[in-house]
C-alpha cells in the first residue's frame, strides 16, 4: 500500500480515499460499498511516513487516484482481517465474556457517527453549554461547545462549497463551448478547466484542506479559538511509529482516528479523515481533560448525573405520553436486598429494616409501572478496545449496578404494592398489575446493550425482571417513532421477557427496533409451556411444537436502519417534502386495529396494556378478533338483541381476554353496560383470565364503551356454580394459537458493517 501512493501527497489521498468510501450526496437508502476504517487505515499509514510528502517527485506528477481503488481493497481486507482476529482470540479464551468483548471492540471499530445528529446535538448541548461545564471547558481546552461546532460545521460548509463551485465552474465551461470544436476552444479556457478538474477529482489537496483562518473568516470566530480547537483534533505526520504498526494498533489495539479525525501537516493546514471534529468523542475528550481535577466531581454530580436523568426521563414521558411520578427520589429497601416483604404497607419500623436508597424515576401508565435508572458513567478506554477485565469492571459499575437498582425497585413494588418514601410516607402502588424496568446509559454501548442474553448468562443480569438496557440517544429516538406507548410497552416485554434475548444478536439496538417496527421481532414461545400455565387456552397441536423448534434458532441482525435514517436526516437529505423516503416508520399492524387501539385509548384512562396484547397478535390473529367485532354487530343489526362474543389472548404476558358486545338501536345502552359486565365477570373467571378487556359497539359499528377489568382471579365458589348453569364453554371465540403473537418467516440477517456514516 505503501508503494501504491510512495510519491504521492498524503492529503491528496486522505481526500481521494474519501470520495472513494463515502457517497456524493448524503442519501441513507444508498447503498455504498465504502467504510470509514478505510480511510483510517490509509491515513495511519501516511502519518507514518513523517512528512506530508517525502519524496521530491513533482506533485503534478504523481497520480494517486490511480492507486484509491487498490487502495480500497486492501483496506477492506485489513479491516476484515481484525474482525477474524478478534473472534478468533474469544474463541480460544476462557473467559466467558470474551466473545462478547471481541464484539464491542468490532463495532467500536467498524462503526461511525453512532448517534443522529439532531439527537446528539440536543444532547450535547445540554450537557455542555452551559455555567457550569463552558468555564471549565474554556480553561482545560481553550475552547467551549458553541466554538466546536462552529469549526465542525464550517469545515464541513467549506467543504461543500468548494466541491460545489468547482463543479459549477467546470460545468459551465462544458455548457458554455459545447459543440465548439476543441482547437478552437481558447488555452486559456481548457488551462482553467483542466485546473479545476484536477482540483476536483485528481490532486484534491488544495480544495480539501482547511486552516484556522478560514473558518475564522467563514465564522467571525476568533483565529486562536479555531486553532485551539483544531489542534485538540489533529493528529501528525511523525516516522517514529513505522507505518506498519500504527495499522496494526489501529486494528487491535484503540484506533486514534476516533478521537482524533484531523490530520495536520504541522504548517496551519489541515484535512479530514473520516468524521467531523467532535462526533462521538467530545465528551471523552472534555472528561479526559477534566480526570483528576477537583473539577470533576462537581460536572459529575451537577450536570452529567443531572443531565442523563433528565434526558431520561424526558424521552420516557414523550413515549408513554404521562408525565413521570417520580423523579430523583429516595424510598426505603431491605438492608439485605432481598427480604422485599418485611417493607410492607404494615412496616412499623422502617429504619430497623431498611436504608434509604436512591431511584432516578418511576412512571405509572394506567396499570403498568416502569422503574427507570440512570447512568452517566464512559466505558473506559481500555474496554473500548476488547481489554476484558476492564470491560467487565466497567460493566458491573453501570449495566450491573443499574440493573440491579431497577430490579429492587421493581421487586418492591410487584412484592408490596407500594413503596414507603424517604419522609415516611406510603406511596399506594395497589392498581399496578405489570412493572418493567429500563436502565438508561449515557454511553452508546452498541452489542453490549443488545446482549441481555450473554449477561444473564455470566451472572451481570438477573434471569428475572431483568431490565431492559438502552442509550439515552436511542431512548429518545424510539420516543419519536413510536406513536403509542403500548408499542413502547410491547417493545419492552418482548427484549426482556421473551426468547428474543437469548437468540437474537446485534450490533445495534435500533436494528432490533426497527425489525420490531415491522413485526418480525419475535420467537414463537414453548407452547406446553404456555398451556402449563393457561389450562384454559386450548389444546397444543404438533403444528405448534414443529414452530416453535422452528422459531427459536440463534438469529443475527444485520442492517434493518435504512427507513429511520431517512427518516432522521429529513431536514438534510431531501428538498421535496412530500418524499415518499420522509414518511415516518410505523408499526406494521392491520389499519382498523390501530384505529381500535386509538379509540380505545380516547375511552379509556391508561389501558396500555390493550393495545400492547393486540399488536402482539399476527396478522391473521388481528382479523379474527375484528371479524368476531363485525359478526357481532352485523347480528345487532339483523336481528335487534344484545350479541357478544369472547377472544383469548393467552401468551407469554399472562392470560388477556377481549369481551366484545353489540348493541341494536332499540336498546339503550345502560342494560347492554349491565350485560357485558356480567358476562365479564363469570367468564374471565371460567378462563382464569388476569385481565378483560370490554369494548361495546352500537350498530352503527361505533365504540360506545370500554370495561376494564384487572382484579385478579382467585377460587370462587358461587362463580363456579354460575358457570356451571349457565352452561359456559371453556372456548368461546377463541384466538388460534399463532395469534399469542407475531409470526414470520424470514429473521437471518447478513451482517452488519456499519450504520450512519
Known sequence: MLKLVEDAD??????????????????????????????????????????????????????????????????????????????FEAHISDDPLAPLAAEYQGAVLHIRNLQYDTIR?????????????????????????????????????????????????????????????????????????????????????????ITAEDIAADTGADVEVVRAVLESYAQTFDNSILPARRVYDLLTSGNPFQITPLVSDGAGNYVETATGVGLDSLRRIVETALAGTKQFHRYDQKVRQVVSERLATSSLERVLRTPARLTGFTYYAPNDNETHTLLSRDCASLKSVGKPVEGDGLFVVGDVAICVEVKGKSMASAARRGDVRRLWSDLKATIGDGCKQAARLQALIETNAGLWLEDGSWLDLS???????????????????????????????????????????????????????SEFLLYLRRRTDSDIATYYKASDELDLFMLFMNADLYVEPDPDKLREEHPTSGRVANRDRKERVRSAIPTRVGEQ????????????????????????????????VLQLIDVVDAHSNGMIRFGADLLALSGSGQQRLLNTIDKCIRRARNDGRLHDGMFSLAGTWGHPTVFIGSRPRGISLEPARQRLQAYIHVKRHQMKSDRSYGLLFNEAGNLELVVYNNHPVGEDAELDALVEDLGLRTMAYTSSPDSWSTRRTTRRRRSKKKRRK
Open 561 to 592: 436502519c435504512l427507513r429511520l435514517n431517512a427518516w432522521m436526516a429529513r431536514d438534510q437529505t431531501y428538498d421535496s417534502a412530500d418524499d415518499v423516503h420522509l414518511l415516518k416508520p410505523t408499526y406494521s399492524a392491520l389499519p382498523r
Open 121 to 209: 446535538e440536543a444532547h450535547e448541548r445540554q450537557l455542555f453549554d452551559n455555567a457550569i461545564v463552558a468555564p471549565l471547558m474554556a480553561e482545560h481546552l481553550g475552547y467551549t461547545y458553541p466554538d466546536v461546532i462552529a469549526v465542525r460545521n464550517s469545515m464541513g460548509q467549506l467543504g461543500s462549497s468548494r466541491m460545489t463551485r468547482l463543479r459549477d465552474d467546470t460545468g459551465a465551461i462544458v455548457m458554455q463551448h459545447h459543440g465548439t470544436p476543441p482547437d478552437q476552444i481558447p488555452d486559456g479556457v481548457k488551462q482553467e478547466f483542466m485546473a479545476a478538474m484536477v482540483s476536483f477529482m485528481f490532486l484534491p489537496a488544495d480544495r480539501a484542506i
Open 10 to 87: 498524503a492529503f491528496d489521498v486522505v481526500e481521494l480515499m474519501r470520495m472513494r468510501e463515502f457517497p456524493p450526496v448524503p442519501d441513507p437508502n444508498l447503498q455504498w460499498d465504502g467504510a470509514a476504517l478505510n480511510v483510517e487505515i490509509v491515513a495511519a499509514m501516511l502519518l507514518g511516513r513523517g512528512a506530508r510528502k517525502p519524496t521530491d517527485t513533482p506533485r503534478m506528477d504523481t497520480r494517486p487516484h490511480e492507486a484509491i481503488s487498490d487502495l480500497h481493497s486492501r483496506a477492506q481486507r485489513l479491516g476484515r482481517l481484525s474482525i477474524y482476529r478478534q473472534q
Open 431 to 485: 392498581e399496578i398489575r405489570e412493572v418493567r424496568s429500563v436502565v438508561a446509559l449515557l454511553d452508546d454501548i452498541g452489542p453490549l446493550g443488545t446482549s441481555l442474553g450473554d449477561h444473564r448468562k455470566t451472572g451481570l443480569l438477573p434471569a428475572e425482571r431483568t431490565p431492559w438496557v438502552t442509550s439515552l440517544h436511542d431512548l429518545e429516538t424510539i420516543a419519536q417513532v413510536c406513536d403509542r406507548p
